[in-house]
């Protein structure tokens, strides 16, 4: 339980030192939308500490469908940040990946941080959302494949999303998209 309280301590600490920094050079619709993002956190960590607090089990597990559509939207979100509002690529993917920690079940929220990843890729590679949206598919998929390997080996969610992003860019240069 300690363990936990600490967990979501660092947490907290680290959400809130994100959105303080994004939000003080924020203007206009990016102002709003890391206010959106504030509350959310803020109602995710209301969630996390009463399920603490109760004793809940994170332990279930979400299937294929879920998890795919909740990596897509991962990737979508992360893509708004950085292309609609201008963020930062590595502080929208941090932001969306605390809003999914503290939101969604566990593995849910890997495959949607994974897929943040994907978002971050550069311009030239992943030109526009369609082919962000298709890596985070292809992630979320991967995802659900590999959920019981090398659990809790570091570099796992950064290996898929590289992954997802090389096969994309391969399937859409051989139908001549790219």
Excluded: D
């Excluded at 929208?92 to 994907?118: D, M, P, R």
């Excluded at 890729?121 to 949206?133: E, I, N, R």
């Excluded at 969610?157 to 391969?170: F, Q």
Aim: hydrophobic share 60%; charged share 5%.
């Amino acid at each position: 339980m300690l363990r936990q309280i600490l967990g979501l301590l660092l947490l907290a600490g680290v959400g809130i030192a994100l959105l303080a920094g994004g939000i003080a050079g924020a203007h206009g619709w990016e102002l709003l939308a890391l206010i959106t993002i504030g509350l959310l956190f803020c109602l995710g960590l209301a969630r996390l500490f009463f399920a603490l607090k109760g004793g809940a089990a994170s332990g279930e597990r979400a299937g294929f469908l879920p998890i795919v559509t909740a990596a897509i939207v991962g990737a979508a979100a992360t893509w708004g940040l950085r292309a609609g509002l201008g963020i930062n690529p590595c502080v929208a993917s941090g932001l969306v990946g605390i809003v999914a920690a503290l939101a969604l079940s566990e593995n849910v929220a890997a495959a949607v941080y994974a897929a943040s990843f994907v978002a971050t890729s550069s311009l030239t590679v992943l030109p526009g959302l369609p082919l962000v949206l298709w890596a985070g598919a292809l992630t979320g998929g991967i995802c659900c494949l590999t959920s019981s390997a090398y659990a809790g080996v570091g570099g796992k969610l950064g290996t898929i999303a590289a992954g997802a992003v090389l096969a994309t860019m391969l399937i859409f240069r051989a139908l001549g998209g790219m």
